[in-house]
Antibody
Framework: QVQLVQSGAEVKKPGASVKVSCKVS????????MHWVRQAPGKGLEWMGG????????IYAQKFQGRVTMTEDTSTDTAYMELSSLRSEDTAVYYC?????????WGQGTLVTVSS | VIWMTQSPSLLSASTGDRVTISCRMS??????LAWYQQKPGKAPELLIY???TLQSGVPSRFSGSGSGTDFTLTISCLQSEDFATYYC?????????FGQGTKVEIK
């Protein structure tokens, strides 16, 4: 059974960056394809990017290209999502999720609030 | 990009009702479709994958059907714990995309 535990809530100012972590247990990170999905308040789910095992590369949604970086530390089985140049529209809950496929295990979510 | 049209956006129903939610794709995706349930303040949970396969532990009152461009989620006998928001999602190609969501509320 995979368990994903994310880091705590963050408050950031516009223009800053945020880095959210997702700690894996039950499996090693190398056995999983990790993705990130966000949800603005009262809105739907939005895929940000994730690992494509067919190509061995991380693919990002075009909307976030140049602003998002997804990395992994296999020594600690922790995945990271860093989003830069934050604006108020980035206020959302950010989820990590493993793709079986599809997204079968989810973290609990991390609220990122962008406010001056 | 594969666009998804999910309907209705809001569904009012009573306990015991049979409800259906539709999801239409802008292009064919074979059976690479999943359905999720999300309750307020919680992460989504996988209900169905491969269009019609029930995830382990999901009650049999949930069922999925369809292939190609048109898909349906059916709840045969709505229970109190089923009042939630439901999303479809395609995993046929990148970028992964979700439907807009259907909120099932108590009538």
């Amino acid at each position: 059974q995979v368990q994903l535990v994310q880091s705590g809530a963050e408050v950031k100012k516009p223009g800053a960056s945020v880095k959210v972590s997702c700690k894996v247990s039950g499996y090693t990170l190398t056995e999983l394809s990790m993705h990130w999905v966000r949800q603005a308040p009262g809105k739907g789910l939005e895929w940000m990017g994730g690992f494509d095992p067919e190509d061995g590369e991380t693919i990002y949604a075009q909307k976030f290209q140049g602003r998002v970086t997804m990395t992994e530390d296999t020594s600690t089985d922790t995945a990271y999502m860093e989003l830069s140049s934050l604006r108020s529209e980035d206020t959302a809950v950010y989820y990590c999720a493993t793709e079986g496929p599809p997204f079968d295990y989810w973290g609990q979510g991390t609220l990122v609030t962008v406010s001056s | 990009v594969i666009w998804m049209t999910q309907s209705p956006s809001l569904l009012s129903a009573s306990t015991g009702d049979r409800v259906t939610i539709s999801c239409r794709m802008s292009q064919g995706i074979s059976s690479y479709l999943a359905w999720y349930q999300q309750k307020p303040g919680k992460a989504p949970e996988l209900l169905i994958y491969a269009a019609s396969t029930l995830q382990s532990g999901v009650p049999s009152r949930f069922s999925g059907s369809g292939s190609g461009t048109d898909f349906t989620l059916t709840i045969s006998c709505l229970q109190s714990e089923d009042f939630a928001t439901y999303y479809c999602q395609q995993y046929y190609s990148f970028p992964r995309t979700f439907g807009q969501g259907t909120k099932v509320e108590i009538k």
